[in-house]
């Protein structure tokens, strides 16, 4: 069974400044995929970065990137030079690794709201 | 590519009535999900298949619910009788076996009155 929490159900950053948005999971697998995806209002969900958990390597897209900590299962997502566009719901997500498909386990999403 | 397609986009119905959702995956994705997004409940699972034969429906509320996916390039989502208690987004993904490249189709917001 997995389980995913975000603690922070709102949050807030001036234009061009950095936010992290915070996430802890739990699972029993022992290899697993861990995703932060954007809702903006446009209601569509978007991938914004993944993370394997055997990689010990924290995965960066551009101006997003993570904290992996795995030990504390926690992985956190940063976003530098915040734009007006990143204004959305942020979700972050886990699912077992294995040779079928898995399901996705959500936490609760945090708002982010980008101001001028 | 055109992405995971889903229609209606919006679905305006009335308690009692039979609705049905589509969802047309990538091609060549094998894995397709039914996700259900309420306020209160969040982003929750209905049901997922991997090469077209249903793996987990333990999500699906009631037996009101049901899912098919009778080829690699369809899904329908039908619920029969419709409540108010049903209004939500609905989302369907797909995704290559064992690769997590999950992409989401724009959702259908049903509104059951």
């Known amino acids: 069974a997995q389980t995913v929490t975000q603690s922070q159900p709102e949050m807030s950053v001036q234009e061009a400044e950095t936010v992290t948005l915070s996430c802890t999971y739990d699972?029993?697998?022992?290899?697993?995929?861990l995703f932060w995806y954007k809702q903006p209002p446009s209601r569509q969900m978007i991938l914004v970065i993944r993370?394997?958990?055997?990689?010990?390597q924290n995965a960066t897209e551009n101006r997003f990137s993570v904290n992996f900590q795995k030990a504390a299962k926690s992985f956190s997502l940063k976003i530098s030079d915040s734009q007006l566009g990143d204004t959305a719901m942020y979700f972050c997500?886990?699912?077992?690794?294995?040779?079928?498909?898995?399901?996705?386990?959500f936490g609760e999403g945090t708002q982010l709201t980008v101001n001028p | 590519d055109a992405g995971v397609i889903q229609s209606p986009r919006h679905e305006v119905t009335e308690m009692g009535q039979e609705v049905t959702l589509r969802c047309k995956p990538i091609?060549?994705?094998?894995?397709l999900f039914w996700y259900r997004q309420t306020m209160m409940r969040g982003l929750e699972l209905l049901i997922y298949f991997n090469n077209n034969v249903p793996i987990d429906d333990s999500g699906m509320p009631e037996d009101r619910f049901s899912a098919k996916m009778p080829n690699a390039s369809f899904s329908t989502l039908k619920i029969q009788p419709s409540e108010p208690r049903d209004s939500a987004v609905y989302f369907c993904?797909?995704?290559?076996?064992?690769?997590?490249?999950?992409?989401f189709g724009s959702g259908t917001r049903l509104t059951v009155v």
């Open positions: 993370q394997e958990a055997y990689k010990q």
């Open positions: 699972t029993s697998e022992s290899n697993y995929y």
């Open positions: 091609s060549g994705h094998n894995s």
């Open positions: 997500a886990s699912a077992p690794k294995g040779t079928s498909g898995s399901r996705l386990t």
């Open positions: 993904a797909s995704s290559t076996v064992g690769n997590y490249g999950y992409t």
